[in-house]
């Protein structure tokens, strides 16, 4: 698990957070201004699409000063290619709130340290659930969305969208329209759009702009002509002012000019720097390439001792220059100027222009920002020197910065024989690859880092540059990802192998893989019931956590120390643990996003353990997608075993079989063989608690629960799916009543259970044992065990399984209640009560199937129902009218309320309520 470390610094300026700022005040467009009245027109988005050039950054940025001056809340968002990467993204969104409140999104800006197992759309939600709790209105402008084409940056836009915080109003600038659900927001009407129609310049307001701003007087007919000729386009017009400016016959310029948008581009390009010296020319195409620009950084580039001079002339001549901070430290080209440029630049001059970007990578290195370094060597294709900075920058890109993307779209740049020279950049893409889950092709990529591990074994093969202690950390870096992929493939006895080989062949790293394996062995072993081992690891990885401030490292470890204390019975252990747990979160920022829900799972299960049913319920994260990424199949089987329960409790049976059959799938899907196994033996469970044993005992047969062969499975799994195995066969046992041969199975588990300690598993095989005692008519001994049971529970509190388990042996506990006096201990702190005041549920859903079994005996002897009265019955279980149920049948109303009155008559119902409601009950409708 990687190190929590300081986030990676943002831009070198504050220009990602304040809209570019014009020397020259642009021109005031109060009729589009009122169109854009977000406020007054109630609704919250706004987009804004037209090519470039368009003024859609000028007029984003009136708008912006103008809800600034009005005393609102507004953060602005500038993007750049760059801002793909959705960790990179989202840092800059929480960046341009914090310019609102710094403390708004700290909590997320926390979480992007531990990016490998917090899910970006999570950290999401985290921010907006700040913005919520947040009083005010905010604005948020996001300008050049067109930069973005990565659809997990644009799904995490169009999700922020969809759950926009009901006070925060969001302004989009694009050159097109982007791939989002506008669809759904227009039709509600939250959101409305302005295109190239709504920003070009009318005829008056290019007067206006020739006139009062550029101070160029024409004749009406030519400001007219150049209207027309421009089509309004405020780019096209400001080229034309440049080249006006510096025309000796005005009057004739216009007669002449003519063309399209690229044509006017590229001959008022032309025009514009004929009309420069070659000093300035040549410095502008050198700095061209850049997006941002500085004194120093131009200076880096060029090498020009007169660079100062040359940029305060840019400024002057007005070259398309555009500040981008208050200090006017940080420049700009408007995107069509600098477009065109760079073209020309790269045709002109090559060499100059690969050098140019040379230059700049070497600037950001220096000034340590490695993606931006990275980036233009890339864009000339110096795959030497880029794959050397990846190298050097692999561990804190990939594994602290979780930037698995951008790896991914870095590495698919480089030739193979680059990552051959540089297995470190291999291994880190494999890794990005898994988690963008290309599985084949990770696994090719990491086969191949094998093989050259394998071929550097032998110190003979190491040329005169050879890195050893590099090559070491490759292996062991390795040596830790294949642990990590065979627990996430639920290959739980592989990977504690591994672990444990690691450790003893890397005693002295101490850094996050090392925790990392340590957890591994922990939860191995507690899964295996062997606490004593789980604590000893769990401790250790602890301390190694927190010596690297691996800070999801630290959570996650006290999780398997709390389920260590969980499984062995002690549920004031595991509480204690997850108190600290909560402590540690709402302290500190530093945690990723699933360790909340994961923490307030586990205390559910405590207290649904208890009972304390309301508890559990408050406390169980109803988005499972906050623990659903996780590559730790025991962390889900735990959230699920806790959330089925509580479906079961509430009858919701319909929604758990839906559920259940969709996890069967995943597991399937991800090779996860013991969820799918998991979620078949729940679902047998279900049908057993429905009554439905026909059902019930089809699909163990489907399931080949009566195998006994899983020796398919892998190691550790496969012990474990054994053992719920054997749990549906005793159930299905003691329904058939086939007492005595659950009894042997029963035998067996109890044996297993004694050695391996599992207290939760151990109480509900001694209950079985007690059904099937108390079947076989010998009650003075299930009156024993039921005691014996009850005595080993108390002092631990576990009352819910009780609940559970002995709805068929009620009358034993009844027979217990006289016995206070012989066995005090059970009746403490209200434990027997709180059990028999649960049982009282299992009575009155007696009463239901008692109720439900006399409607059958009379439905029984009714004339049966019809297949157009069938067809009926199942249409009016939906929120259908009458009207619209007999268009979907094709036939008249009359007709269908004859049908009606039949169905009434046959099920002894007065109106649509009661009949769909004795539908269920016995079992005409789900």
């Known amino acids: 698990m990687p190190s929590g470390v300081s986030l990676k610094k943002f831009a070198p300026i504050s220009s990602k957070f304040t809209p570019a700022r014009l020397r020259v005040p642009p021109l005031t467009r109060k009729e589009l201004a009122e169109k854009f009245n977000l406020e007054k027109s109630n609704q919250f988005i706004a987009i804004v699409t037209a090519p470039a050039g368009y003024g859609k950054s000028t007029f984003l940025s009136q708008w912006y000063e103008c809800y600034k001056n009005l005393g609102y809340a507004v953060a602005w968002l500038n993007l750049e290619r760059s801002d793909n990467d959705p960790g990179q993204f989202l840092q800059y969104l929480i960046g341009a709130f914090q310019q609102v409140n710094s403390s708004l999104g700290e909590r997320s800006k926390g979480m992007l340290l531990q990016t490998e197992l917090a899910p970006y759309q999570l950290i999401l939600e985290s921010l907006l659930d700040d913005i919520r709790d947040f009083n005010e209105k905010i604005f948020l402008f996001i300008d050049d969305l067109h930069f973005i084409n990565e659809k997990a940056v644009l799904e995490m836009i169009d999700r922020m969208m969809q759950f926009l915080p009901n006070h925060l109003y969001l302004v989009l600038a694009c050159r097109y329209r982007p791939k989002l659900s506008f669809a759904g927001m227009k039709a509600e009407g939250k959101l409305v759009e302005f295109n190239q129609s709504d920003l070009g310049f009318s005829l008056l307001e290019t007067q206006q702009f020739l006139t009062q701003l550029k101070k160029i007087h024409l004749k009406p ?351 004031a252990g595991a509480q204690k643990e997850y108190e600290i747990c909560l402590n540690h979160l709402q302290k500190d920022a530093f945690y990723p996003t699933y360790c909340l829900p994961l923490v307030k799972m586990h205390l559910a299960e405590i207290y649904y353990e208890r009972g304390e049913i309301d508890q559990a319920k408050n406390l169980t994260p109803k988005n499972f997608d906050s623990l659903s990424h996780l590559p730790y199949l025991q962390v889900i089987l735990h959230y699920w075993e806790v959330y089925s329960r509580l479906l079961k409790k509430e009858r919701k049976f319909s929604g758990l079989e839906k559920k259940l059959k969709e996890l069967e799938v995943i597991g399937e899907e991800k090779i996860w063989l013991r969820l799918k196994y998991w979620a078949q033996a729940e679902r047998i469970f279900l049908y057993l608690e429905q009554g439905k044993n026909k059902l019930a005992l089809s699909l163990a047969k489907e399931a080949q629960f009566f195998s006994e062969d899983f020796s398919f499975l892998p190691l550790g799994s496969k012990e474990i799916v054994e053992d719920f195995t054997k749990v549906v066969r005793i159930k299905l046992m003691l329904v058939q009543g086939k007492h005595n041969e659950s009894l042997k199975i029963i035998a067996e588990r109890l044996q297993k259970l004694s050695n391996k300690k599992n207290f939760k598993n151990y109480l509900q095989t001694l209950l079985f044992k007690v059904q099937a005692l108390f079947q076989l008519n010998r009650e003075n001994e299930a009156l024993r065990v039921l005691k014996q049971t009850l005595s080993l529970a108390v002092s631990r509190g576990f009352v819910q399984i009780f609940i559970e388990e002995g709805k068929n042996i009620q009358p034993l506990f009844k027979k217990l209640i006289p016995l206070r006096e012989q066995i005090p201990e059970i009746f403490e702190n209200g434990f027997f009560e709180k059990i028999l005041q649960g049982l009282k549920i299992f009575e009155e859903n007696q009463s239901e199937t008692q109720e439900q079994h006399e409607d059958v005996i009379k439905l029984e002897a009714m004339e049966p129902l019809t297949k157009r009265e069938k067809e009926i019955l199942h249409s009016l279980d939906s929120d259908d009218s009458i009207k619209e149920i007999s268009q979907k049948l094709f036939v008249s109303q009359n007709t269908l309320k004859t049908h009606l009155r039949n169905l009434y008559t046959k099920m002894s119902v007065k109106n649509r309520s009661g009949l769909l409601e004795k539908a269920r009950r016995v079992g005409f409708l789900s």
């Open 221 to 571: 007919e030519e400001c007219k002509q150049l209207f027309h000729k421009t089509e309004g386009w405020p780019a096209g017009l400001q080229l034309v002012s440049i080249a006006l400016e510096e025309s000796e016959n005005k009057h004739l310029f216009v007669q002449d000019f003519s063309g399209n948008d690229r044509d006017i581009t590229d001959f008022l390009g032309e025009t514009v720097l004929s009309s420069i010296g070659s000093e300035l020319k040549k410095f502008i195409f050198q700095i061209s390439i850049l997006d941002r620009i500085s004194l120093d950084l131009a200076f880096k580039v060029t090498a020009n001792l007169n660079a100062k001079n040359l940029i305060q002339l840019i400024e002057k001549k007005e070259l398309f220059y555009i500040p981008l901070d208050r200090q006017r430290k940080w420049f700009r080209f408007h995107h069509l100027f600098k477009d065109f440029l760079c073209q020309r630049f790269e045709q002109d001059s090559p060499e100059d222009f690969y050098e140019a970007h040379e230059k700049a990578s070497q600037w950001f290195e220096e000034q340590g920002f490695m993606d931006e370094a990275i980036e233009f060597s890339l864009k000339v294709k110096n795959f030497s020197r880029a794959a050397l900075l990846m190298s050097h920058y692999a561990i804190e890109a990939v594994s602290t910065l979780g930037k698995h993307l951008t790896w991914l779209r870095w590495s698919s740049q480089l030739p193979s024989s680059y990552m051959d020279q540089y297995p470190l950049i291999r291994i880190f893409y494999s890794q990005s690859l898994q988690m963008d889950h290309q599985y084949l092709k990770c696994q090719e990529e990491y086969n191949k880092v094998g093989e050259y591990i394998q071929k550097h074994l032998d110190p003979k093969s190491h040329g005169p540059s050879f890195n050893v202690k590099e090559f070491d950390l490759l292996r062991s870096i390795y040596e830790a990802m294949l642990a990590y992929r065979l627990f996430a493939f639920d290959q739980i006895e592989l990977s504690r192998q591994k672990a444990e080989a690691w450790l003893n062949e890397w005693p002295k790293v101490k850094t996050a893989y090392s925790g990392g394996m340590q957890c591994i062995l922990a939860i191995a072993y507690c899964m295996y019931g062997d606490f004593d081992k789980a604590r000893y690891y769990g401790m250790i990885s602890l301390k190694t956590a927190e010596d690297t401030k691996s800070y999801y490292g630290v959570i996650w470890t006290r999780v398997i120390l709390g389920l260590t204390y969980l499984s062995e019975g002690n549920l």
